[in-house]
């Protein structure tokens, strides 16, 4: 158990998504099977979508993506993204055989991909565009669904922070693209501990992407267990990338609960953003406006302060109990990333430095974005009323 007060995610679970794991394992079948087929169609159905085909974890489905796109196939290829998101989505790019083109976000309070500096950084072997939801709020994907169709790229949504989420126009984040991934690790808003989920209209590129998930293989274990087929080919090198039906069982009962889970975080973060309105000058919540009229999927609930101080404010909030991280390190900034051009992302580079990622999850009481605004006030008090030291302190 967690010594946090306020630890930064905990999952939702109850007696139903125990009865759901029990029942699968007295079923006597637990790797993928009616189970797992089962989830891809209920998330297809309640996201309005053709195909959705369960893998292992949200890694899995951009690499799946990439993989069934044929990113990487000719020597040299890039795919613009943002530099501001879990690694995953560069390191996939790398492993498909492509290189990073890291975009610029478009301020500090709307950590997205900028369709302008999209524009700017196409080149002749630009492929692909990834446009990722920082925090459950949608990137602007009517501008670069334009931008991609003008240039002849494909796009890709890393919709991990954001399931059952629309966008402005009423479309599912995840369905707009050419592709879309999901994530269902431990501190998503839809949990079964590590899986994830790609989701497509196209029926050509979905039966690619079933394929590639399963070594290439013509037929499932459960497939031929059930309809008693013979033997299989494999038809193209893949992966197992399958999700399995205990993952499936579990995830199916936070799938049906999602809307009330949403629901509950969005609650939470307009009382962040409503606290942090009357909070200090030099501390704002992240996304707040959109926060306050109960927009987004309210996946991460952050703010940004001054750099000098960010560090200060951390060590503060866990002095009162209060667990916080940081949402994202720059991927440009990482070693594995040092050989990679990435000029002119001052934006970026900036929010990385300031932004504080707090406590969000549906079970937190009422009261807590409040109190931990309050801490997060008076830390900022304090440190502007301490003595600065110098080289002629004792």
């Known amino acids: 158990m967690s010594d946090w007060i306020y630890p930064l995610s905990t999952p939702d679970l109850g007696q139903a998504e125990e009865d759901a794991l029990v029942a699968c394992v007295r079923s006597g079948w637990l790797s993928t099977g009616p189970r797992a087929a089962a989830f891809e169609a209920r998330f297809a159905e309640l996201h309005g979508v053709r195909h959705a085909i369960a893998v292992t974890n949200g890694t899995a489905a951009l690499h799946l993506a ?96 954001a399931p059952l989420q629309t966008a402005p126009d009423g479309r599912y984040l995840g369905t707009i693209g050419d592709v879309g991934c999901f994530s269902f690790f431990s501190n998503k808003n839809m949990t079964c501990g590590e899986g994830g989920m790609v989701v497509t209209n196209d029926d050509a590129l979905a039966a690619r992407i079933r394929s590639l998930r399963s070594h290439g293989m013509t037929s499932l274990t459960w497939e031929r267990h059930s309809r008693r087929l013979g033997t299989y080919d494999v038809v193209d090198t893949g992966f197992n990338y399958r999700m399995d039906d205990l993952r499936a069982a579990l995830a199916t009962v936070q799938l049906e609960r999602l809307p009330e889970a949403n629901a509950r975080r969005r609650a939470l973060a307009r009382s962040y953003a409503e606290a942090f309105g009357s909070a200090p000058e030099g501390v704002r919540y992240v996304f707040g406006a959109a926060a306050r ?5 309210a996946h991460v609930a952050a703010i940004v302060v001054d ?88």
């Open 307 to 394: 750099p000098a101080l960010r560090d200060v404010v951390r060590a503060g909030l866990a002095a009162a109990g209060i667990q916080t991280s940081l949402h994202y390190p720059p991927a440009h900034e990482m070693t594995a990333f040092a050989g990679v051009a990435s000029s002119g992302l001052a934006r970026s580079e900036t929010f990385a430095r300031s932004v504080i990622t707090l406590p969000l999850y549906p079970t937190m009481p009422d009261e807590a974005p409040a109190e931990i605004a309050a801490a997060v006030s008076r830390v900022l008090a304090e440190a502007a009323v301490a003595p600065r030291k110098t080289g002629t302190d004792a």
């Open 66 to 161: 990439y993989a069934a796109l044929g990113i990487g196939r000719q020597p040299g290829e890039e795919v613009i993204q943002p530099s501001i998101n879990f690694i995953a989505a560069a390191n996939m790019t790398v492993a498909s055989g492509a290189t990073p083109v890291f975009g610029d976000i478009l301020s500090l309070d709307e950590p997205t991909l900028d369709p302008a500096e999209v524009e700017a950084r196409i080149g002749p072997r630009t492929v692909a565009v990834v446009a990722m939801h920082y925090g459950g709020y949608p990137s602007r994907m009517a501008a670069l669904e334009a931008i991609c169709r003008r240039n002849g790229l494909r796009l890709i949504e890393d919709a991990c922070h």
């Open 293 to 297: 009229d109960g927009a987004g999927a």
